[in-house]
């Protein structure tokens, strides 16, 4: 199976089943027909849809397991989900309580392209918000160590670097109408001075301090050249 075929999506209520055959696998357990009927109100048509497909297979004692196709495509699934979760919980502030659900809506609009370029711009994390690890995309495997977003916030950038703001995700309104006064906006490329006492930025002929919360507020990405 290729890789585009392996991120081709299975019906919605296949794809959920999947995962969690690949859950019970990475908690050392299998996933039983009985069990699977808690979950899913159609599990018999699906896992044998599934089993026609070529991604389910009989077990033991009355286990599905995922076929060799089966573990290709579940991987891109679990893959998908897990980077949809970092990025709405860790990047856009989405709740945690919502953040699950709402990836399982996202995902299935992300190409397989988008998905890599989405794990490059958050530096290739190894888990998910939950601590699941997250399986490793062409993107990442000629790396076996963390590498630093493309885009981060402020507050984690070292002084001296010049940065591009990307965007502004701020607590209030208020607050971004007050950036926004004074001219920290996306797309505006800042220097950072120093970080303490206060956060102070540099951009045109402008000298600005800051405090460290509205700093985690701003997320850039370094300028070509800058180290």
């Given at each position: 199976?290729?890789?585009?075929?392996?991120?081709?999506?299975?019906?919605?209520?296949?794809?959920?089943?999947?995962?969690v055959v690949w859950i019970a696998?990475?908690?050392?357990?299998?996933?039983?027909?009985?069990?699977?009927?808690?979950?899913?109100?159609?599990?018999?048509?699906?896992?044998?849809?599934?089993?026609?497909?070529?991604?389910?297979?009989?077990?033991?004692?009355?286990?599905?397991?995922?076929?060799?196709?089966?573990?290709?495509?579940?991987?891109?699934?679990?893959?998908?989900?897990?980077?949809?979760?970092?990025?709405?919980?860790?990047?856009?502030?989405?709740?945690?309580?919502?953040?699950?659900?709402?990836?399982?809506?996202?995902?299935?609009?992300?190409?397989?392209?988008?998905?890599e370029h989405i794990c490059t711009?958050?530096?290739?994390?190894?888990?998910?918000?939950?601590?699941?690890?997250?399986?490793?995309?062409?993107?990442?495997?000629?790396?076996?160590?963390?590498?630093?977003?493309?885009?981060?916030?402020?507050?984690?950038?070292?002084?001296?670097?010049?940065?591009?703001?990307?965007?502004?995700?701020?607590?209030?309104?208020?607050?971004?109408?007050?950036?926004?006064?004074?001219?920290?906006?996306?797309?505006?490329?800042?220097?950072?001075?120093?970080k303490k006492p206060a956060f102070?930025?540099?951009?045109?002929?402008?000298?600005?301090?800051?405090?460290?919360?509205?700093?985690?507020?701003?997320?850039?990405?370094?300028?070509?050249?800058?180290?």
């Open positions: 199976m290729s890789e585009t075929e392996a991120n081709q999506p299975t019906a919605v209520g296949g794809d959920h089943l999947l995962i696998g990475e908690d050392g357990g299998s996933s039983t027909v009985e069990s699977l009927h808690e979950g899913f109100s159609d599990a018999d048509l699906t896992i044998e849809l599934l089993k026609n497909s070529g991604f389910l297979e009989d077990g033991d004692a009355g286990s599905v397991s995922l076929t060799d196709e089966g573990r290709i495509l579940t991987e891109s699934l679990v893959r998908r989900h897990r980077l949809a979760e970092v990025l709405l919980e860790e990047v856009i502030g989405v709740p945690p309580s919502a953040a699950a659900s709402q990836a399982c809506d996202v995902e299935h609009f992300l190409r397989p392209d988008v998905i711009f958050l530096g290739h994390p190894r888990n998910c918000p939950h601590g699941r690890p997250i399986p490793l995309g062409l993107c990442c495997t000629s790396s076996d160590h963390s590498v630093e977003p493309l885009v981060q916030q402020l507050s984690s950038v070292n002084p001296g670097a010049t940065v591009r703001i990307i965007f502004i995700r701020p607590q209030t309104h208020a607050r971004l109408d007050r950036l926004a006064a004074m001219g920290v906006v996306p797309g505006t490329t800042i220097h950072l001075h120093q102070v930025i540099l951009f045109g002929e402008t000298e600005l301090a800051i405090e460290a919360r509205v700093a985690d507020d701003i997320y850039v990405r370094r300028t070509y050249g800058d180290t």
